[in-house]
């Protein structure tokens, strides 16, 4: 699999040296980009802690805490910039205390499968919502950090995807077949 990040980092830099427009304010539109944005990653942590609490497969957990260092990798970096910009930051929910996924009941806890196929809708998720933000950008440097987030969902995305695949849990549409093209006989 490709680095992604190391792909991120030669574009933004040909990028920013193309232009580079940090003084310019934030439009209404970058800022409800930033806001939103961090709003989701705020919850989305909510849910990895709870994840790491529940689920005891090495896979799964290893998932968790990718995407947990990365949402707060993203949810620093994006503070920062909001707190710079003077824009106030959305609530954030409480810290979830570390619980043994072993003393969980049954009944409470999500299963692996569910714990891993949410995640990974929660990484297209973000993705899509970082391209559609760095189009919006008129800010070179908002609309890097947007491309920089939704390279590194995009790879947890394909980390997702793989262990789901082989775990067997991929969830996926039927085969779509043209109407009027041969059926493969059974």
């Given at each position: 699999?490709?680095?992604?990040?190391?792909?991120?980092?030669?574009?933004?830099?040909?990028?920013?040296?193309?232009?580079?427009?940090?003084?310019?304010?934030?439009?209404?539109?970058?800022?409800?980009?930033?806001?939103?944005?961090?709003?989701?990653?705020?919850?989305i942590m909510t849910y990895?802690?709870?994840?790491?609490?529940?689920?005891?497969?090495?896979?799964?957990?290893?998932?968790?805490?990718?995407?947990?260092?990365?949402?707060?990798?993203?949810?620093?970096?994006?503070?920062?910039?909001?707190?710079?910009?003077?824009?106030?930051?959305?609530?954030?929910?409480?810290?979830?205390?570390?619980?043994?996924?072993?003393?969980?009941?049954?009944?409470?806890?999500?299963?692996?499968?569910?714990?891993?196929?949410?995640?990974?809708?929660?990484?297209?998720?973000?993705?899509?919502?970082?391209?559609?933000?760095?189009?919006?950008?008129?800010?070179?440097?908002?609309?890097?950090?947007?491309?920089?987030?939704?390279?590194?969902?995009?790879?947890?995305?394909?980390?997702?995807?793989?262990?789901?695949?082989?775990?067997?849990?991929?969830?996926?549409?039927?085969?779509?077949?043209?109407?009027?093209?041969?059926?493969?006989?059974?």
């Open positions: 699999m490709p680095n992604f990040a190391q792909l991120f980092e030669s574009a933004a830099n040909v990028f920013q040296s193309l232009t580079d427009n940090k003084k310019d304010p934030l439009h209404v539109g970058e800022v409800m980009s930033c806001w939103t944005y961090l709003a989701f990653v705020n919850n990895e802690e709870i994840g790491l609490n529940t689920t005891t497969d090495s896979g799964v957990r290893e998932l968790y805490q990718d995407g947990y260092k990365i949402a707060t990798s993203h949810k620093e970096q994006i503070t920062k910039l909001m707190q710079e910009e003077g824009v106030t930051l959305p609530r954030s929910p409480e810290k979830k205390p570390y619980s043994d996924p072993s003393a969980v009941p049954v009944g409470v806890s999500f299963t692996d499968f569910e714990l891993a196929n949410t995640i990974n809708i929660n990484f297209v998720a973000a993705a899509d919502m970082c391209a559609a933000a760095a189009s919006q950008c008129l800010r070179t440097d908002i609309g890097l950090m947007f491309l920089k987030f939704q390279t590194e969902k995009l790879a947890m995305g394909y980390k997702a995807k793989e262990l789901i695949q082989k775990k067997g849990w991929l969830i996926k549409p039927p085969s779509y077949q043209p109407p009027g093209t041969p059926h493969p006989k059974k």
